[in-house]
């Protein structure tokens, strides 16, 4: 499965816009019930104010909060920003750090965030899991499970070391583009003959 995906995809990553891991994790946390093209729009701006915990704390919340009023949720996100840019300043000297627990202290920031952080900043061989991946995990019969977590445990178990720290993107996009919820476009799918999922579209 992953030796097709990698074939089609040598070099998979995130689809947000990021410098460094301190923007990977502000817009990983903006993302949150939003579209990875309208996070990129918000913090396009966001990014060209205030691209460091010491710049985003000096713009303050309103002025956040305006930057990223076209996505979900942006009040409370502008809060968590300006609160987890705090703490980095506070408590990391300003950086990013490369610690599950560390980064999951700070606000906004739950497993998925932390494992997407770990991942594409610091070549962690993490997968957050996310509801494409959820969805893939479940219909290929890669790796299921209930809930995410279940899902997470059983693709670090059954993915191989040599893709993991890419699977997370792989599967991301493969759900994103040619499993989707809705129909799933089994006639290009490179996986589907080796995919468990029943109600496979035939066009």
Known sequence: ???????????????????????????????????????????????????????????????????????????NKAKNVLALSQTLIDQHDGDVPRDREALEALPGVGRKTANVVLNTAFGEPTIAVDTHIFRVSNRTGLA???DVRAVEDNLLRVVPEAYKVDAHHWLILHGRYVCKARKPDC?????????????????
């Open 187 to 203: 006639a290009a799918c490179v996986i589907a003959d080796i995919c468990v999922f029943d109600e496979k579209t035939l066009a």
């Open 144 to 146: 299921p499970g209930k």
């Open 1 to 75: 499965m992953f030796a097709r995906l990698k074939a089609g995809n040598p070099a998979p990553t995130t689809e947000l816009e990021f410098s460094d891991a301190y923007t990977l994790l502000v817009a990983v946390v903006l993302s949150a019930q939003a579209t990875d093209v309208g996070v990129n729009k918000a913090t396009k701006g966001l990014f060209a104010a205030a691209d460091t915990p010491q710049k985003m704390v000096a713009l303050g919340e309103d002025t956040i909060r305006h930057y990223i009023k076209t996505i979900g949720l942006y009040r």
